[in-house]
């Protein structure tokens, strides 16, 4: 039976860690068209944001260390399997990253940054990507990037890094009979005399002038202007988060903001005229609807692609542009949320396995027969090991054993209770010798009366002989629970001989460029 249950448990997580491993990602998310259109009228574009890849800024971890190591290997690798196994055998034309690529970019060294850009593109697989799409993936700038206004004055090199790597912070391109613009939403509401504003403001201006422009869709990190506790709509799992805008002492400009002020979101859409907005920043999904004045503009910010940036639901966007003119600007383009797997809740599965094959193990009978009834035996026996020495713990601290020779010089230990000696202030109360002496032949009784049991052929009497046998269930418990201990040792052994090699296996099998 041990090795019935040893090869049960093995094949139990084998399973288990195939699923939360690997097939856990290879579900169907299919491209938002309808099963009746050609797929060559569409372009095909995955969009995802804020993987925000965790450096010692994260969690004040210390550089180098082994739990920052473990705690950026295990988040990396469910980005790099999210990327592998369920964006790219979609076969997308075209990638888009909304920004945020880092955690702490505007503070990190040249040297800290360069580690961290790596690890970027191990864990999208870059390289792969540029090739498959034909050099489409484009990239936007997020405030873990580049910071916000109150940063680029101080720190321009910082920008200048990011534009190196990366390309030009404002842009545009087409994707069928779609423009996608671009704008480095941190920016825009810094102050109009700084460079980085004016700049961005020149390139909104300029595309504001072109009339006969295609169906557009606007590119922003940070998320357009919306009231306190705006419905975000069923997607999102975490709460609202409300407008929260920080500024420096001395200049004033922007440190940090949720999002964009009022103004700055009217005068973008009046602007670029979008018929869809797409952005990240937040975390979580959400989805609101703007008034313009060209009409209604539905805004999808996306949630992060990390299962460590307070989103139980990590997620990425498959859009289609399609490539032949529309009546209606709005129908050029689809979108279709992507939810991936809740990484959390896989990690809480694998504990509650854990600890029901530990109790199963404990608990199973060794012919496993009749279940129910050596279940709870098995319960009473490891109850009564327990409770045995409790008792026989009680008994021996009110009674003292005396050894005894008969005549014919067997030796018997006979059960005496403890004499009590009375405390001083009980002689005080006492009077006469004819007190002590009562107490004394009590006392006289007492012992006499507990030898008396004792046989004169040296057979042990009733108590002797339930001491006896006390004693022997007690030895037959501790070597039941030392049994059930070491079947439970050798069983997870096993399993965990077969098991540790597949995960790491899977770990590194993901990891591992092909």
Known sequence: ??????????????????????????????????????????????????????????????????????????????????????????????????????????VLSDEEWQDSLNRFRHIFDIKTLERVTNNRVYFLSGNHDIGYAAYHSHKPE????????????NYHFGAGEVEFVAVDAQTLDGHPLQSQTSASWTFVNNASRDSLSPPRVLLTHIPL??????????????????????????????????????ETSNKLLDSIKPVLVLSGHDHDQCTVTHRAEHGAVVEHTLGTISWQQGNLYPSFMLLTASKLAVSNASDAVSTRLCLLP????????????????????????????????????NMRNILGFFKSNAKE???????????????????????KPKKI????????????????RSAAKKQTVQEVNLVMPQDVSGQPGPDAGARLGQVKANKSNVRFVIRRLVRVFQVVS???????PIYIMLLFADWIDK
């Open 494 to 500: 096993i399993v965990a001989a077969v098991n540790v």
């Open 393 to 415: 713990k009680d008994e021996d601290e009110n009674c003292e054993y005396e050894m005894v020779w008969d005549a014919e010089g067997s030796m018997h230990l006979i059960k």
């Open 225 to 262: 202007y919306r009231p306190d506790w705006t419905s975000c709509g069923s997607k999102r799992s975490s709460p609202i988060i409300n407008q929260r805008i920080s500024r420096a002492t001395g200049d004033h400009e922007i440190m940090y903001q949720n999002y964009l002020t009022e």
């Open 1 to 106: 039976m041990i090795s019935n249950l040893s090869v049960f448990f093995c094949v139990i997580w084998a399973i288990t860690l195939l699923y939360g491993e690997k097939f856990a990602f290879y579900w169907t998310c299919s491209w938002p068209m309808e099963t009746t259109d050609n797929p060559a009228d569409y372009v095909k574009i995955a969009v995802v944001t804020d993987p925000q890849l965790m450096d010692r800024t994260s969690l004040n971890l210390a550089p180098k260390s082994l739990a920052l190591e473990i705690v950026q290997f295990y988040t990396d690798i469910f980005m790099r399997r999210a990327m592998l196994a369920s964006v790219m055998p979609l076969k997308p034309d075209m990638v888009l990253f909304l920004g945020d690529y880092f955690d702490g970019g505007p």
């Open 342 to 377: 809740a990484q959390i809740f896989i990690y809480i599965w694998y504990i509650l396995l854990f600890v029901v094959t530990l109790v199963v193990i404990l608990v199973w009978p060794t012919n496993g027969l009749n279940i129910h009834l050596h279940i709870g035996e």
């Open 421 to 436: 000696v009375p405390s001083h202030s009980t002689e005080r109360v006492e009077r006469g010798n004819a007190t002590l």
């Open 158 to 169: 910082v920008i200048n890094r990011y534009e190196k790597v990366f390309g030009s912070r």
